[in-house]
């Protein structure tokens, strides 16, 4: 039985998304965006006045919702337009499933009201948001693809050249190094999946897979051209490296409609996993030809 608690928190949500939708269409530049904005903010808010009507003045806005309001703005910038309309988006299906069991408290002109706002909502991100494109949107496959690689070759390297050199500088430049040669390959791979393929024009997807593996691999080195001491580098550069996954894996799963943590997750055991192995990898190889003590040696000459 829905209470008028409810009939106000929908009038919150639909508040909400009203407020967005005219401030990212104020802030929009680009004229076809700008249009379906503001088609999307004048259906909230006529769903919104449904509401208010229903309530009839019993209205209280929390302080919350400003915040809230200011928050996915934020994300625009952050992450891009379409990841903060699905960000807003995201509980689609639950207001949806709420708003037709509230069909049963209605009859006559506010049931067919309720119906047309349900249809509404169900054409936002089958139609309305489909309608905005960014290249971050139709090449993030590949974007995420630079940066993923990236991510766990990089801090393999990194890792790998604990046991062989003391010199957080011969390890930094090792994994530019190893960066710039891996962004190439990755770039040419990433042209040939798209020549072939149907999503994307192959230069550009082989433009942004090779910059990301590499802006990925010069964040990951910074840390060791920052200090002198190996193991307070690796320790920051495998935290810019978490960080970086959490970015980006919160990024798709916002797009994809998938579970943040689960990927997450996974993605961070597989880069610890590299790492650890990569040690030892390096330690025993360290030990055995004594690079070790003949890059030290090398230095202090």
Do not use: C
């Given at each position: ?128 948001i489909s309608q905005i494109k960014e290249n971050s949107v139709t090449y993030i496959g590949f974007i995420v693809l630079g940066l993923a690689d990236a991510i766990v070759e990089i801090t ?146």
């Amino acid at each position: 039985m829905n209470t008028v608690m409810d009939f106000i928190k929908y009038y919150e949500d639909e508040y909400v998304d009203h407020t967005v939708y005219f401030k990212l269409a104020s802030y929009e530049k680009r004229s076809e965006r700008k249009e379906v904005l503001t088609k999307l903010a004048q259906q909230e808010k006529a769903h919104m006045e449904f509401w208010a009507k229903q309530l009839k003045g019993k209205i209280y806005l929390r302080s919350s919702l400003k915040l809230k309001i200011y928050f996915i703005v934020l994300l625009r910038y952050l992450f891009g337009l379409t990841f903060a309309i699905k960000f807003l988006e995201r509980n689609e299906k639950k207001v949806i499933s709420e708003y037709k069991k509230a069909l049963n408290v209605f009859d006559g002109t506010n049931k067919q009201e309720l119906e047309e706002i349900i249809k509404d909502e169900i054409e936002h991100e089958s139609y309305w948001i489909s309608q905005i494109k960014e290249n971050s949107v139709t090449y993030i496959g590949f974007i995420v693809l630079g940066l993923a690689d990236a991510i766990v070759e990089i801090t393999g390297v990194h890792a790998g050249f604990l046991g062989v050199t003391t010199s957080t500088v011969v390890a930094g430049i090792a994994g530019l190094v190893v960066g710039v040669s891996a962004s190439i390959a990755m770039a040419a791979a990433a042209y040939l999946q798209a020549k072939q393929g149907e999503i994307g024009n192959p230069r550009i997807s082989a433009i942004y897979t090779g910059i990301s593996y590499i802006l990925a691999a010069a964040a990951l080195a910074t840390p060791y051209f920052l200090t002198h001491i190996m193991w307070v580098a690796f320790l920051a550069s495998l935290l810019v490296a978490l960080s970086l996954l959490a970015y980006f894996n919160f990024y798709s799963a916002v797009l994809s409609e998938r579970e943040f943590s689960r990927d997450y997750l996974v993605n961070s055991a597989l880069v610890l996993v590299t790492a650890f192995i990569s040690f030892f990898f390096g330690e025993f190889l360290g030990q055995y030809f004594g690079i070790a003590g003949l890059f030290h040696a090398l230095l202090l000459w």
